[in-house]
């Protein structure tokens, strides 16, 4: 049990439909991440925030979004979905974020499938 | 860019034998290494890590060392019980936020 939650388990959107996946962290983490996770592959990096700003952004387009909330909630924002989109996405949250000397807890994944 | 190429699976093997799964990495600068697994229905979890060359990581009888001279990183465990069926990864950071992840190996072990 890392303590990480997300939300929905799975979703069913059309094309070019807009979707929003929410993620619960851990108390007391200040940064989260998320990822994409296609069948049969890794997960893919695309945007990390700390404090309520983006830290770093992955190969991602500019439909791909997010928000941090205080409250140590988190959101991924997808516009304009595309066939390409349906994946695992993954959440992680960790205190401070340095992979060398934190460590990151993931959460359990939204499956979305894009029709 | 910086990448890593794991192992492909899937990997089936009987209780008590001895794990390998191979993992080599490309990158610019002196990335950390490391491993996840994920349990069936469970979440990734970190299984390991190595900040440097030569360094060793170790959890649950599992290792990996750092190898900078043949950008490897091998996750071995000698002796596999069926409770490490999973799927691993293997993953490096150059940035320390950034994850980059290998496809993954599934490993299953038979009683």
């Known amino acids: 049990e890392t303590g990480v939650t997300q939300s929905p388990t799975h979703l069913i959107k059309t094309r070019g439909q807009q979707v929003t996946l929410r993620c619960s962290s851990q108390s007391g983490h200040n940064t989260v991440s998320w990822y994409q996770q296609a069948l049969g592959q890794g997960p893919q990096f695309i945007f990390q925030y700390y404090r309520e700003e983006e830290n770093g952004r992955g190969n991602f387009p500019p439909r791909f979004s997010g928000l941090q909330f205080p409250n140590y909630s988190s959101e991924l924002n997808v516009n304009a979905l595309e066939l390409d989109d349906s994946a695992l996405y993954l959440c992680?949250?960790?205190?401070?974020?340095?992979?060398?000397?934190?460590?990151?807890?993931f959460g359990p994944g939204t499956r979305l499938t894009v029709l | 860019g910086d990448s890593v190429t794991q192992m492909e699976g899937p990997v089936t093997l009987s209780e008590e034998a001895f794990l390998t799964i191979n993992c080599t990495y490309t990158?610019?600068?002196?990335?950390?290494l490391f491993w996840y697994v994920q349990y069936p229905g469970e979440g990734l979890q970190l299984l390991l890590k190595a900040t440097k060359a030569d360094d060793k990581g170790s959890n649950k009888g599992f290792e990996a060392t750092y190898r900078k001279e043949t950008t490897s990183f091998h996750l071995e465990k000698g002796s596999v019980q069926v409770s490490d069926s999973a799927v691993y990864f293997c993953?490096?950071?150059?940035?320390?936020?950034?994850?980059?992840f290998g496809a993954g190996t599934t490993v299953t072990v038979r009683a």
């Open positions: 990158a610019t600068g002196y990335p950390s």
């Open positions: 992680a949250s960790s205190l401070v974020g340095g992979l060398t000397t934190d460590t990151q807890y």
């Open positions: 993953a490096l950071s150059e940035n320390d936020y950034k994850l980059s």
